[in-house]
Structure formats: structure tokens, C-alpha cells
């Protein structure tokens, strides 16, 4: 990064995002500035204990999801989860496609309800389940005739 910094000839300089610089030993990853230990962070080859989720390596096993939410950042789901949005959320609940008994698909996701619920969807496109003897207004339940 343009100074000179003690260390020794094996050491290696890592950049910041600011092009300010710091000496990581030499069997360190570099990452974004930061030295962590080899297999750990940005890592192209994760250490034991560690999968690749999002450009990081994260605590995990090989049969873990990797969950990447709208921001690209990663959360690790157990094998019997199902990711949503970038979070995780137990099998046939949440965005599930085919949902558990006692939920409703409704604006996307499962919903808690039963089978007097009707979905009322509002304009940001998710939806809230009404019940018996309601009526949906532009995304909110109403009493009926009201």
C-alpha cells in the first residue's frame, strides 16, 4: 500500500478497500484487509469445519444449504431447511412451494390459518389471510360491508 512495514521477506502485504495496506503471514488469507487464518474468510478453498456460502466460508457440513439473501451475503441452512429471501426456515414453511398442514399460501409464503381464510394480497405483491367474515381491502382485512 505504499509504506514500508516491518515484517519478514515471506510475509504478504493485503490491500484494504481503501488501498491502505498491512503484512499477513505468509500462510494467512487476505481478506478485504483483514489476515485471517488459511481456510477461514474469503478463502478459495475452506478449511474442515468451514463450506463456501456467499463468497465467505462459513461454519458448516457438506450436505448444508448455502442461503444467499438480496445482498449477496450467505447464511448456512441445516440440510432440511428450505432458504427464503436469504433466510432459513423450516421445510414447507415461509416461500415453500407446497405448504405444511395448517398453512396457507398466500403472497408468497405459508401462512397460519384454516379453511375459512382467504389470502388478501396488498400491492407491495405479499399477502396477509383474512378470516371468516372479512373482507380484503387493498392488502387489509376488513369487516365485511364496511
Given at each position: 500500500?505504499?509504506?514500508?512495514?516491518?515484517?519478514?521477506?515471506?510475509?504478504?502485504?493485503?490491500?484494504?478497500?481503501?488501498?491502505?495496506?498491512?503484512?499477513?503471514e505468509a500462510t494467512a488469507e487476505c481478506c478485504d484487509g483483514i489476515c485471517l487464518a488459511d481456510g477461514e474468510g474469503c478463502?478459495?478453498?475452506?478449511a474442515a469445519g468451514l463450506i463456501h456460502c456467499g463468497g465467505e466460508c462459513l461454519a458448516g457440513?457438506?450436505?448444508?444449504?448455502?442461503?444467499i439473501g438480496p445482498s449477496g451475503n450467505g447464511m448456512v441452512c441445516e440440510p432440511?431447511?428450505?432458504?427464503?429471501g436469504g433466510s432459513c426456515v423450516a421445510a414447507n414453511?415461509?416461500?415453500?412451494?407446497?405448504c405444511a398442514p395448517g398453512l396457507y399460501k398466500c403472497g408468497g409464503e405459508c401462512l397460519p390459518?384454516?379453511?375459512s381464510s382467504t389470502c388478501c394480497t396488498g400491492p407491495t405483491g405479499k399477502g396477509i389471510l383474512c378470516g371468516a367474515g372479512a373482507a380484503c381491502?387493498?392488502?387489509?382485512?376488513?369487516v365485511a360491508g364496511t
Open positions: 500500500g505504499g509504506q514500508c512495514l516491518p515484517g519478514s521477506a515471506s510475509d504478504q502485504c493485503c490491500l484494504g478497500p481503501t488501498g491502505v495496506g498491512i503484512l499477513c478463502a478459495k478453498k475452506c457440513t457438506p450436505g448444508d444449504k448455502c442461503c432440511n431447511a428450505q432458504c427464503c414453511e415461509g416461500c415453500a412451494q407446497d390459518g384454516d379453511n381491502c387493498k392488502g387489509l382485512c376488513e
